[in-house]
């Protein structure tokens, strides 16, 4: 077991909250091998359990900062200090991390705004000292993928586990990175080609139905989901 999943795994059980490794992790977990270097560790935490998960980081002394980005020139920090802030309530992820985070480094840039810069401190994602919290919804046992057009997933397909750790499903981790936004990533287009193969055929065609409503006008992944061939 990796150990920042791990450490992870261990300081999350504690605060009692349910939650889902998701991203490039989830990938590894499913393939029970590490497909490539991580540059964060994200989790996905039922927006039910949105209190629950930022008091207790708070309570063990990490920090949380909304991640304000455009994928072009806008790329900054704002700081959430207490779960109370209506900034909390509605953002979709955070970044929680600790003072002395060895993977980015954080600045002030205005202070009396609560704005901060940030960079990379190193390359790969090792410690357990920063973790991406997304918030998702659940209708039923049904994991909500995309409220506007109604995908969904049964939450035992959506969730997997590598022995004691809950993952998204190969099929769902992939649906979320083919979002135009990402899908231009190096590490979006790593992990599809090492994992879209791999996909029975009811994973497969669910991830096809899913892109197919979604991309009404097309989606360069579905023509390759549907040969079976990722040339």
Known sequence: MN????????LITKSGVPYTVCGGFAIDLFLNRVNRKHTDFDISVF?????????FMFSQGWKIYQHVWDNAEIDHLVAINSVDEERAQKVFCVWAVTTDCTLVTIEPQDEKNGIFS??????EHVNCDFIEICFDERVDDN???NKEHNITRPLDKAILHNDRIPYFSPEVGLYFKAA???LTWPKTIYDFYH?????????RNWLIGALKTTYPDGHEWIDRLVKKSLL
């Open 195 to 203: 994992t879209a193969h791999l996909l029975d055929d009811e994973r």
């Open 180 to 182: 135009p936004v990402y």
């Open 118 to 123: 940030w960079k990379m401190a190193r390359n």
């Open 143 to 145: 994991l909500l993928c």
């Open 3 to 10: 150990k920042l999943i791990h450490d992870a795994h261990e």
């Open 47 to 55: 927006n039910e359990y949105r209190n629950d998960i930022l008091s």
